[in-house]
């Protein structure tokens, strides 16, 4: 039922998991109501929900764009299901806002691909990626994949190398700045998180901890199926594919270096592994086999939701 559906690309399968995602975000925030006593708080969380909704059209707008995907909305389905693995995530602005730049940076640099204005993509994802670093330092580590993507399509020319410091000059310039003039407690907020904490004290709440395995379970299947199929893909993807294992995989460090840790921070993967997951669904060649395992992801997703909620 549930390939049958998102095996294409159809208006109702946005309409289905737009209405689940508003379903799902406030059964989550409506445990705390303290929000809604003040207009400030009901923009924070309408900007939350908008941008998150954002995310499920940028991850499936990137995966069909460049040829990711057999014209499925699959990528729009898998984004959704990893968010409510973990749904802390809905509570966190910051995290939010940084998992958007990311997803912004993230885009053009699969772009890339296409060598049309290299260095505009070059500057727009560092910049984006500065921004992200802004609300969660560590996402700084994304800068690697912009120099891999370098190194994939644009070596030769010495400027592109140049590209990110410059972004970061004029991002940096751009935030101290605004910070003097607003609030200096910008900067010292930024330097606090900027810190390695390898720990991971925070394992007390045993259905957080199902949660989390669970959720490397299957992440651990997608990841080496994309990686191990990699030869069999059209040559023209390996680069942008490489680049989905690349970040995912950065996705994983930022979690482990980042202080104040949960498992919402692994937002950061839930885009790179919703379109291996796209790609480990598609290469499937039993219906049953399809059906099986989308639903089972399905459900994982929703019992670790529902245990997380306490509902």
Same mark, same amino acid.
């Not at 900007?47 to 764009?65: E, I, M, Y």
């Not at 772009?111 to 560092?126: C, N, R, Y």
């Not at 199929?229 to 690349?246: C, E, M």
């Given at each position: ?7 294409? !690309? ?12 508003v379903c799902f975000f406030f059964v989550s925030e409506t445990h705390d109501m303290g929000w809604a006593n003040s207009s400030a708080g009901i ?20 995966? *069909?764009?460049? $040829? ?5 909305? #699959? ?15 809905? !509570?966190?602005? !910051? ?16 772009? =890339? ?7 505009? *993509? ?19 580590? #994304? ?13 030769r020319d010495y400027r592109n190398w140049v590209i990110p410091f410059i972004a970061l000059l004029?991002? $940096? ?55 191990? !199929? =990699? ?10 594919? *490489?680049?989905? &294992? ?10 482990? &270096?980042?202080?104040?840790? $949960? ?26 086999? *399809? ?18 909620? $306490?509902?």
């Open positions: 039922m549930i390939t049958s559906i998102f095996s294409k !690309s159809r208006p109702f399968n946005y309409i289905l998991v737009t209405v689940l995602m923009i924070i969380k309408t900007g939350c929900l908008l941008l998150l909704l954002f995310a499920l059209f940028l991850t499936n707008f990137v995966t *069909k764009r460049n $040829g990711m995907s057999k014209d499925s909305t #699959y990528p729009f389905l898998f984004y959704f299901v990893f968010l409510v693995f973990f749904p802390g995530l809905f !509570s966190d602005p !910051s995290l939010i806002a940084a998992n958007f730049f990311v997803l912004l940076a993230v885009r053009r640099l699969i772009s =890339l691909q296409s060598l049309i204005t290299p260095k505009e *993509k070059i500057f727009d994802a560092s910049l984006w990626i500065f921004a992200a670093a802004l609300f969660k330092f560590w996402c700084i580590l #994304y800068l690697l994949i912009v120099f891999i993507s370098i190194i994939f399509h644009v070596s004029s991002a $940096g310039t751009i935030f101290v700045l605004c910070s003097l003039l607003f609030e200096p407690l910008w900067i010292e907020r930024l330097w606090d998180g900027a810190y390695v904490d390898t720990s991971f004290e925070y394992f007390r709440d045993n259905r957080e901890n199902l949660a989390l395995s669970l959720y490397a379970a299957v992440s651990v299947l997608f990841f080496f199926a994309l990686l191990f !199929s =990699l030869g069999s893909k059209p040559l023209i993807l390996h680069s942008s594919y *490489k680049k989905i &294992l690349f970040s995912f995989v950065v996705g994983v460090a930022v979690f482990v &270096l980042s202080p104040a840790k $949960g498992n919402a921070l692994l937002s950061f993967t839930y885009m790179p592994l919703a379109i291996m997951a796209t790609s480990y669904i598609e290469g499937l060649s039993s219906q049953w086999a *399809k059906e099986g395992f989308s639903l089972g992801v399905c459900l994982v997703a929703i019992a670790c939701f529902v245990m997380q909620v $306490g509902i």
